[in-house]
């Protein structure tokens, strides 16, 4: 309601721009400069996933959502998607389906453009053309995730030999470790152009293909998937490239893999999403720290208000309880995770007859959990080939009293009602130390790195806690996750300490 109440009083886009996004000269990459390029109008409310902006679209019916381009079938021929439409290869293929008004995308597009109430997911905002991202607000939905959001889209990773099965070219010699920056670069847009070589080749080959054709050919399937692969990487190096002497990208060079993670994202942030907006709305739960959050972001103190709106849920409804006095390290894991998951047992059995959620934190204690619990059926497993989807479908299906155990659905997850009436932390959700930039960002600020264990606890937290009316009971039975909350609390938000029992 709050990102629709701004979407409403951000102003409508003018005539003009309208009529440039309907025609389609908006987005044509050969008009170099509009009247109305760069217009800024309407509110553009950023989601996580695709579903959430379904779920905007669904509870706003005159706003439009935008999805990336793979999302919708070329209406020529299904087997393509309008990233690699049959228009990209027959010419004026694309004027005639303007014309019939037959694109999903082109019309999906424009109508959204056009429109004031926006719903983009992240991904697809950030990649889109600044021509057409000046908005009066900008609303970041899910704002706690935004760090996480921003290094996942723009980290690069490249293992040698697949990469050069798919290019299919001798690739240039990849840089020794200890290489300067600049070497990295020249390599970056050597492989950069290599992929957008080799997207135009097949792009010729096919129209070559079609000429004197009046029946299309069927373009096999491997082509396609190389042709959308060759398209990602273009984009994500050409995004690399222009960005590497800006942000700092950690350099991981092992084993024939290489993989470039930036280090802050500050000046990422700045670039393809604050820059946007002439107001920003961060919108989250969790929130912890809301200095070192915007600080992390690059966000100025005096740039920024920070607003905390109680909450309409009464705690008493879902309070959070520690049990046990176990904390649980990688030094007393084989000790401590038997007795933890008997523990966790004994629980679900006094829950018996109800629906609930086990967050396992790693694969590792999901393990310790299911010898715990025999081979009862009631327990539904993440597994290699079980993804979190199917145990939620299963999950809500079921008329029984399914538990569901997973180290990923600390996020996103929404098991109202019947479907999650407690729900047990099994371990403080600390980020793996593994990872190299975790590692380094730790060591520079200790603080940062419980605020992000801190804020995947309290999501964790959330899962059964969606609607006023829900009822649910949380327990804590790592220590170290309790005691950090009790160190903190004044970092936390106000809805979630009152929920905290003893
Ligand atoms: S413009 Fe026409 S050919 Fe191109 S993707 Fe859309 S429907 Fe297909």
Redesign the pocket.
């Known amino acids: 309601m709050i990102a629709k109440t701004l979407c409403n009083s951000s102003s409508y886009p003018t005539k003009e721009f309208q009529r440039d996004c309907m025609s389609g000269a908006m987005y044509d990459p050969n008009r170099v400069s509009l009247d109305t390029h760069f217009q800024r109008s309407g509110c553009a409310v950023l989601t996580c996933t695709k579903s959430l902006q379904d779920q905007y679209v669904t509870e706003f019916t005159d706003g439009k959502a935008l999805k990336g381009m793979v999302n919708?079938?070329?209406?020529?021929?299904e087997d393509?998607?309008?990233q690699?439409?049959?228009?990209?290869f027959?010419s004026g293929?694309?004027k005639?389906?303007?014309k019939e008004g037959?694109?999903?995308?082109?019309n999906q597009r424009a109508l959204t453009d056009c429109n004031r109430s926006q719903f983009f997911n992240y991904s697809v905002f950030m990649q889109r053309s600044p021509k057409v991202k000046h908005k009066d607000f900008i609303v970041c939905d899910e704002a706690s995730e935004l760090e996480v959001i921003l290094v996942g889209e723009y980290t690069v990773a490249i293992s040698i030999e697949p990469f050069m099965d798919l290019v299919k070219v001798a690739l240039p010699p990849t840089p020794l470790k200890k290489a300067p920056r600049g070497e990295y670069l020249t390599w970056i847009d050597e492989c950069r152009e290599i992929c957008e070589q080799e997207v135009a080749i097949l792009e010729n080959n096919w129209s070559e293909a079609q000429k004197g054709n009046k029946k299309k050919k069927k373009i096999p399937y491997a082509e396609l998937n190389r042709h959308r692969k060759l398209s990602e990487y273009a984009l994500k190096l050409k995004t690399l490239s222009e960005t590497w002497w800006e942000t700092e990208y950690l350099i991981e060079n092992e084993d024939d893999v290489l993989v470039f993670k930036p280090y802050n994202i500050d000046k990422l942030a700045d670039r393809f999403l604050f820059s946007y907006g002439h107001k920003v709305v961060l919108m989250s739960a969790t929130i912890i720290d809301h200095e070192n959050f915007a600080k992390t972001l690059g966000i100025k103190p005096n740039d920024y208000h920070y607003i905390e709106a109680p909450s309409m849920f009464d705690p008493q409804k879902a309070p959070i309880r520690k049990v046990g006095d176990f904390g649980i390290t990688y030094a007393n894991k084989r000790e401590t995770l038997p007795i933890v998951s008997q523990i966790a047992q004994r629980l679900c059995e006094a829950h018996s007859g109800e629906k609930g959620i086990i967050h396992s934190h790693s694969m590792e204690i999901l393990e310790y959990v299911r010898r715990a619990m025999g081979g009862d059926k009631r327990f539904l497993y993440r597994e290699d080939d079980r993804t979190n989807e199917d145990l939620i479908k299963q999950h809500k299906l079921s008329t029984k009293d399914t538990v569901l155990v997973s180290p990923s659905m600390t996020h996103g997850v929404d098991l109202k009602g019947d479907l999650g009436k407690f729900q047990l932390i099994m371990k403080a959700p600390f980020s793996p130390m593994g990872d190299n930039r975790i590692k380094r960002k730790m060591k520079e600020d200790p603080q940062w790195y419980t605020n992000m264990m801190l804020s995947t606890l309290v999501q964790a937290c959330g899962r059964c806690n969606r609607t006023a009316a829900d009822e649910s009971v949380t327990y804590i039975l790592d220590a170290t996750a309790w005691n950090t909350i009790m160190r903190n609390l004044k970092r936390l938000p106000e809805y979630f300490r009152q929920r905290l029992e003893g």
């Open positions: 919708y079938p070329c209406t020529v021929n393509h998607t309008y690699d439409g049959i228009c990209k027959v293929q694309k005639i389906c303007m037959q694109c999903a995308y082109i």
